[in-house]
């Protein structure tokens, strides 16, 4: 309860060495006129400012609203003390971020402790009343290479490939934009032939079924340019074409995917789902990579009861029976 009633925690690594280089020589006043000026901003407060112009996700409580708001009203004063100075959306944006990090580690030390009370960290905010929702992470708990728990920013997805002929399975990661246009884009140059038809399929069931999959936008109104990273000596992209459809959905949607998640999946030009046939082995390297959950066709059901025990507790393996059920398995709540 006492840890809770902390704002924010700032870590050492965050803060320079004290050095004379940090010192200045043009302070005219005396050192106490200064420390009066802040003791008359403690009494006063910024939220005013922006007030109705933040909305903070479902994940903070009533506590970590609180020391968020404080926090970005202290931040506030120090870059402009006079009350009457506007703030502008980078400004507030840029605190924002720095108060919902710094209450976020002290969420994250609550969660080591154990409590389930403490277990939902995935902190986000939106700007205006149409902003996308943004999560924010903590720098010393997010790595390129793995599959972290937040949420990725809406038209970035983890995929695991089944792998090609000669080829073991593999950690992708899709990334998605959109804009004004038509047509689908790919970065990669070249760009490897399986990964090529993934794609293709992904554009063709998105422009049939868009109705059931993104309401009344238009994808055909849309430009989308799609890169592909490959983490894995897998290079292909094979079988990838339902994580490059949900990829596409949530750029056009400006919705993230669950934190935790990969998908695995392959589409044909009709709507159906490919059969995975080493699921055991996609599962096996979803939980090496750090996944939590795993989306995965139904038809791999009874293979998965060949997935070990020790497995199987460390990850939640959800199935879908098309594109539109795993599309409303894997959107964050």
């Not at 420390?35 to 407060?45: A, F, G, P």
């Not at 986000?124 to 290479?145: H, I, M």
Request: charged share 25%; hydrophobic share 40%.
């Amino acid at each position: 309860a006492f840890m809770d009633r902390i704002h924010a925690y700032l870590p050492g690594w965050d803060v320079p060495k004290i050095s004379r280089d940090l010192l200045t020589n043009h302070f005219g006043l005396v050192s106490d006129f200064l420390s009066e000026c802040w003791n008359q901003l403690r009494r006063q407060s910024r939220q005013n400012l922006f007030q109705g112009r933040i909305h903070l996700g479902g994940a903070l409580s009533g506590r970590d609203v609180t020391g968020v708001q404080k926090t970005v009203s202290g931040l506030i004063k120090l870059i402009s003390p006079n009350p009457d100075t506007p703030v502008s959306d980078e400004v507030l944006e840029w605190a924002l971020r720095i108060a919902l990090e710094c209450r976020r580690r002290v969420k994250e030390q609550q969660k080591r402790i154990g409590s389930a009370e403490f277990r939902n960290t995935q902190f986000s905010y939106s700007l205006g009343d149409d902003g996308v929702e943004q999560f924010v992470a903590t720098p010393e708990l997010y790595s390129e290479n793995s599959i972290g728990t937040d949420p990725l920013p809406p038209g970035q997805v983890w995929v695991i490939s089944p792998g090609a002929q000669d080829e073991n399975s593999g950690l992708y990661r899709i990334d998605v934009t959109e804009g004004p246009g038509s047509g689908v884009k790919i970065l990669n140059q070249p760009a490897p032939a399986p990964f090529k038809e993934s794609v293709r399929c992904a554009e063709q069931n998105l422009y049939a079924r868009a109705k059931e999959l993104v309401g009344d936008r238009d994808p055909r109104a849309h430009e989308f340019s799609i890169q592909i990273r490959a983490f894995d000596t897998s290079k292909s992209g094979a079988a990838v074409g339902i994580g490059v459809l949900l990829a596409l959905c949530s750029a056009l949607l400006q919705k993230s995917l669950k934190g935790g998640l990969v998908l695995a999946g392959g589409l044909n030009l009709g709507g159906s789902l490919e059969p995975i046939y080493n699921a055991v082995n996609v599962a096996e390297l979803a939980v090496e990579k750090g996944a939590t959950m795993l989306l995965i066709p139904v038809s791999s059901r009874k293979q998965m009861n060949d997935l070990s025990d020790d497995m199987v507790t460390k990850i939640n393996i959800q199935y879908f029976t098309d594109a539109r059920d795993g599309l409303m398995k894997a959107l964050a709540d």
